[in-house]
């Protein structure tokens, strides 16, 4: 998928509401240049070949996205300054784009790394603060690309401190989703190039991340694309008892739970599994059609 693809998949996803259109979704393949990441931290760290070739395989594996990340957004996660950042992911963003013309999602939240990003090749922006950095608004009405809202409560160097929400976190979340997409519209970025993302696991215990998932087509009042990224994450290895490495499973039950809630992109540290897992429920789902 290249960018003009994705702006076309954005927009049509946008002009409909019928849930049917959003049961293949999209899969954005994680790609981590961090020391520190939770996940993968260190395994791409100055390592650019290694990272190309890893994002080679996931668009082998089925990725239509690679998320390229040069700051661990993890909980307790310290801030990197733009310099640092730059120089992480703009080598790897300019080397993929030489080879290939997938869609590559830059993800930071700083102006100044998003405007260098698209310069180098970057089709996307996801930001987990929602555009809330300074200048990234204009910033990312100027750009004219697609971005990811996602919802945080507090920042990653705090944010599981005490997550807490004075009602049903559906709820606060939508209106969170409601005041940034107003913002965004006011500042001059395009309804079609917006996309929602509850953001799980940050700012949020394993029982509002439960309930959100369990919820999920509640934020698609918004007719806005949805994504979600729960892939690895505390929450399944507090369901499981499981290690980081060995959660798999329980990533595979909330991206097909959150596929048959008609959310549009996947977010995953684990390309070719949710691939399959994906295919296999879509193939499921068209049996009966002629």
């Known amino acids: 998928m290249n960018r003009e693809q994705l702006e076309q998949w954005c927009e049509f996803h946008q002009s409909t509401n019928n849930r049917e259109v959003l049961r293949k979704p999209l899969i954005m393949g994680v790609l981590n240049i961090t020391p520190d990441s939770f996940s993968d931290g260190g395994q791409y760290y100055n390592a650019p070949q290694k990272a190309v070739t890893r994002a080679q395989q996931m668009i082998a594996e089925g990725a239509d996205i690679i998320d390229i990340g040069g700051e661990s957004s993890r909980p307790g996660a310290s801030p990197v300054g733009s310099a640092e950042e730059l120089a992480r992911v703009i080598p790897l963003i300019k080397a993929l784009r030489a080879e290939s013309d997938v869609c590559i999602s830059i993800d930071t939240t700083k102006a100044d790394v998003m405007a260098h990003a698209v310069a180098a090749g970057a089709s996307m922006i ?22 990811c809202l996602m919802h945080m409560q507090g920042r990653p160097d705090s944010m599981q401190n005490n997550p807490h929400y004075s009602g049903n976190v559906v709820d606060e979340v939508n209106v969170f989703f409601q005041q940034r997409v107003e913002c965004c519209l006011a500042a001059g970025i395009k309804t079609k190039h917006l996309i929602l993302d509850p953001g799980f696991g940050f700012g949020k215990t394993p029982e509002h991340n439960l309930f959100m998932v369990k919820r999920l087509a509640a934020f698609k009042q918004h007719n806005l694309p949805l994504m979600l990224g729960a892939s690895r994450k505390s929450t399944l290895g507090y369901l499981t008892g499981k290690p980081v490495n060995q959660r798999l499973a329980s990533g595979l039950a909330i991206a097909l739970f959150a596929m048959l809630q008609g959310v549009g992109i996947i977010r995953t540290h684990d390309v070719a599994e949710t691939y399959q897992a994906l295919l296999t429920m879509h193939a499921i789902n068209q049996a009966d059609k002629e």
């Open 126 to 147: 996801n930001d987990i603060s929602a555009l809330a950095g300074n200048e990234s608004l204009e910033t990312a009405a100027t750009l004219g690309v697609p971005v």
